[in-house]
């Protein structure tokens, strides 16, 4: 009866907040929705869109050159490609990688796929549907589902390996007449009077050499060298990732991950083929065992197989046991925090990275290539270096609405499920659960923004004030004591201090009020002499 009384209450005051927020967030995507269309629906240019301005190496020859070609670069070189441009792609390694990330694609993340026509890149390399998540807690079970139910068959989450993934895409990109896909390491941007002009780079032999381009975009992954050229880098490692990989075993439901919430570690499963499983551990940064001397294998066994689902627990072990099969991925956190560069721009995991517990950083990625097409389409000329990264500045305002929410919910969450001994951490864990527990609205909204499908910050707002209503009702009810009052504001001090710094960090101007950031209203530059930016 209690419950049922928090939960009228919540929902009565969470409906006139909603109500608020939903037509602010509508009149807001309506407009930035229309912005990228118009954009988008330009005429694209067929000629020569480069002016040549001089006769070193490639000058005239490239409209753009892209740094990385992992999920972010491929994808992009792909679709600019594809739009006309010339492009010249920069790869360090083009050996298959082998990572334990970037290895889940949220449904979100699958429709920018296929808005970038390579959807097909999920084909042919045993990619799995996914379909949500199943999380563990004192032997009760949640399930949270995509809500897909609107959508066609197809439409879902993909797992997969994510060297396989990757080749399928510089195949498709490389696959064009118009994209240059090749090895070497870029050492550095060339720079002059402000203006990035191309990169220096050492080929698979060791050459030094050096390509020019009116536009780089650097996307070099998350241990990026060049970042530091155009953002204020604050990157910070909550904790590590443990990964192995389990054969000959089944998760209990069929197309959905499996997050066991336990102490010391949550423990996350997801199938990356249709014969291995993906087991990934987070381990507190001050808390990591060396791998080389056994106390890794030591604190698996001991700490963390207890916790495993019975059914996976003789896989777990053997996969233990295995040589070489447990590999460490650092977590970084690193919000968006970018300079204006005439000549560069920065996108993908060497821009802005969020925990990698709920695998969201390929939508984000994938979403990010989906706007910055859109947006480099109506340009004719990319050889006015100021004019060109006045108008993309725009960029970093329109992608806020993915990249906000699906960061800010990868790090809440994290902490979230890394409850401590902290009793008002571990309310929070059960506050949280008990809310998608709720179903309807509650859980529906929460999966629908953890999908990629509902990305809205004003969506995320919503939500924590009707959390926040309903973990202090579960503490204050039936009856309001001083003990319950205190229990109640150290619930609303502690669930704060976890997202409000997120928030902070992503831009409160930007996630809730792009209105008013100038640089919304950029339109494309049109074609005429140059404008000196420099004062």
Same mark, same amino acid.
């Given at each position: +009866?209690?419950?049922?009384?928090?939960?009228?209450?919540?929902?009565?005051?969470?409906?006139?907040?909603?109500?608020?927020?939903?037509?602010?967030?509508?009149?807001?995507?309506?407009?930035?929705?229309?912005?990228?269309?118009?954009?988008?629906?330009?005429?694209?240019?067929?000629?020569?869109?480069?002016n040549?301005?001089?006769?070193?190496?490639?000058?005239?020859?490239?409209?753009?050159?892209?740094v990385?070609?992992?999920?972010?670069?491929a994808?992009?070189a792909?679709?600019?490609?594809?739009?006309?441009?010339?492009?010249?792609?920069?790869?360090?390694?083009?050996?298959?990688?082998?990572?334990? #990330?970037?290895?889940?694609?949220?449904?979100?993340?699958?429709?920018?796929?296929?808005e970038?026509?390579?959807?097909?890149?999920?084909?042919?390399?045993?990619?799995?549907?996914?379909?949500?998540?199943?999380?563990y807690?004192?032997?009760?079970?949640?399930?949270?589902s995509?809500?897909?139910?609107?959508?066609?068959?197809?439409?879902?989450?993909?797992?997969?390996?994510?060297?396989?993934?990757?080749?399928? &895409?510089?195949?498709?990109?490389?696959?064009?007449?118009?994209?240059?896909?090749?090895?070497?390491?870029?050492?550095?941007?060339?720079?002059?009077?402000?203006? #990035?002009?191309?990169?220096?780079?050492?080929?698979?032999?060791?050459?030094?050499?050096?390509?020019?381009?009116?536009?780089?975009?650097?996307?070099?992954?998350?241990?990026?060298?060049?970042?530091?050229s155009l953002?204020?880098?604050?990157?910070?490692?909550?904790s590590?990732?443990?990964?192995?990989?389990?054969?000959?075993?089944?998760?209990?439901?069929?197309?959905?991950?499996?997050?066991?919430?336990?102490?010391?570690?949550?423990?996350?499963?997801?199938?990356?083929?249709?014969?291995?499983?993906?087991?990934?551990?987070?381990?507190?940064?001050?808390?990591?065992?060396?791998?080389?001397?056994?106390?890794?294998?030591?604190?698996?066994?001991?700490?963390?197989?207890?916790? #495993?689902?019975p059914?996976?627990?003789?896989?777990?072990?053997?996969?233990?046991?295995?040589?070489?099969?447990i590999?460490?991925?650092?977590?970084?956190?690193?919000?968006?925090?970018?300079?204006?560069?005439?000549?560069?721009?920065?996108?993908?995991?060497?821009?802005n990275?969020?925990?990698?517990?709920?695998?969201?950083?390929?939508? #984000?990625? &994938?979403?990010?290539?989906?706007?910055?097409r859109?947006?480099?389409?109506?340009?004719?000329?990319?050889?006015?270096?100021?004019?060109?990264s006045?108008?993309l500045?725009?960029?970093?305002?329109?992608?806020?609405?993915?990249?906000?929410?699906?960061?800010?919910?990868?790090?809440?969450?994290q902490k979230?499920?890394?409850?401590?001994?902290?009793?008002?951490m571990?309310?929070?864990?059960?506050?949280?659960?008990?809310?998608?527990?709720?179903?309807g609205?509650?859980?529906?909204?929460?999966?629908? +923004?953890l999908?990629?499908?509902?990305?809205?910050p004003?969506?995320?707002?919503?939500?924590?004030?009707?959390?926040?209503?309903?973990?202090?009702?579960?503490?204050?009810?039936?009856?309001?004591?001083?003990?319950r009052?205190?229990?109640?504001?150290?619930?609303?001090?502690?669930?704060?201090?976890?997202?409000?710094?997120?928030?902070?960090?992503?831009?409160?101007?930007? +996630?809730?009020?792009? &209105?008013?950031?100038?640089?919304?209203y950029?339109?494309?530059?049109?074609?005429?002499?140059?404008?000196?930016?420099?004062?």
């Open positions: +009866m209690a419950e049922q009384y928090i939960v009228g209450v919540g929902a009565v005051i969470a409906s006139l907040l909603g109500f608020l927020f939903l037509y602010c967030n509508s009149l807001e995507r309506f407009r930035g929705l229309r912005k990228l269309k118009r954009a988008a629906s330009m005429e694209f240019p067929k000629g020569n869109s480069v040549k301005t001089g006769n070193s190496e490639g000058v005239g020859t490239t409209d753009i050159i892209i990385g070609a992992g999920v972010a670069g994808a992009l792909y679709s600019l490609g594809k739009d006309g441009r010339r492009v010249r792609m920069i790869e360090r390694d083009l050996n298959m990688p082998n990572r334990i #990330v970037g290895e889940l694609l949220y449904p979100g993340g699958y429709i920018k796929l296929i970038l026509c390579l959807e097909d890149c999920v084909d042919e390399i045993d990619a799995q549907q996914f379909l949500g998540y199943t999380l807690k004192d032997g009760k079970e949640t399930l949270v995509y809500p897909l139910e609107k959508f066609q068959s197809h439409i879902s989450g993909r797992t997969s390996h994510n060297g396989r993934f990757v080749q399928r &895409l510089r195949k498709k990109a490389a696959s064009l007449h118009n994209v240059t896909l090749e090895q070497g390491t870029v050492t550095s941007l060339i720079e002059e009077n402000g203006i #990035v002009k191309g990169v220096h780079y050492k080929n698979k032999s060791g050459q030094v050499l050096t390509a020019y381009a009116p536009l780089t975009i650097v996307c070099d992954g998350c241990f990026s060298n060049l970042r530091r953002c204020y880098p604050k990157v910070d490692i909550p590590y990732l443990v990964g192995l990989t389990l054969t000959n075993c089944n998760l209990p439901k069929k197309n959905y991950g499996a997050i066991i919430l336990g102490h010391p570690s949550p423990i996350l499963l997801y199938p990356v083929s249709s014969t291995e499983i993906r087991c990934m551990v987070d381990v507190p940064s001050e808390k990591v065992p060396s791998v080389s001397n056994g106390e890794m294998a030591c604190y698996l066994k001991t700490q963390v197989a207890p916790k #495993v689902l059914e996976l627990y003789n896989s777990f072990i053997s996969a233990i046991e295995k040589k070489g099969n590999r460490i991925m650092p977590a970084k956190i690193m919000a968006a925090a970018p300079h204006l560069t005439p000549g560069a721009l920065l996108i993908g995991d060497a821009l990275m969020r925990h990698a517990i709920t695998g969201g950083g390929m939508t #984000v990625a &994938l979403s990010d290539v989906v706007i910055l859109d947006l480099l389409r109506p340009l004719h000329d990319l050889s006015d270096a100021f004019t060109i006045k108008y500045e725009s960029f970093y305002t329109l992608r806020k609405p993915m990249s906000s929410t699906i960061n800010i919910l990868a790090n809440v969450l979230v499920f890394s409850a401590s001994s902290n009793p008002a571990e309310n929070l864990q059960h506050t949280f659960l008990g809310y998608l527990r709720l179903g609205v509650f859980s529906y909204g929460i999966s629908a +923004m999908s990629g499908l509902c990305p809205r004003l969506s995320l707002a919503f939500h924590f004030f009707s959390l926040a209503i309903y973990g202090v009702g579960r503490l204050l009810l039936p009856f309001p004591s001083p003990k009052l205190w229990d109640g504001a150290k619930f609303l001090w502690v669930a704060s201090s976890i997202l409000l710094p997120y928030i902070y960090s992503e831009g409160i101007r930007q +996630m809730f009020f792009p &209105l008013t950031v100038p640089a919304y950029r339109t494309p530059p049109k074609k005429g002499p140059k404008r000196n930016f420099m004062h």
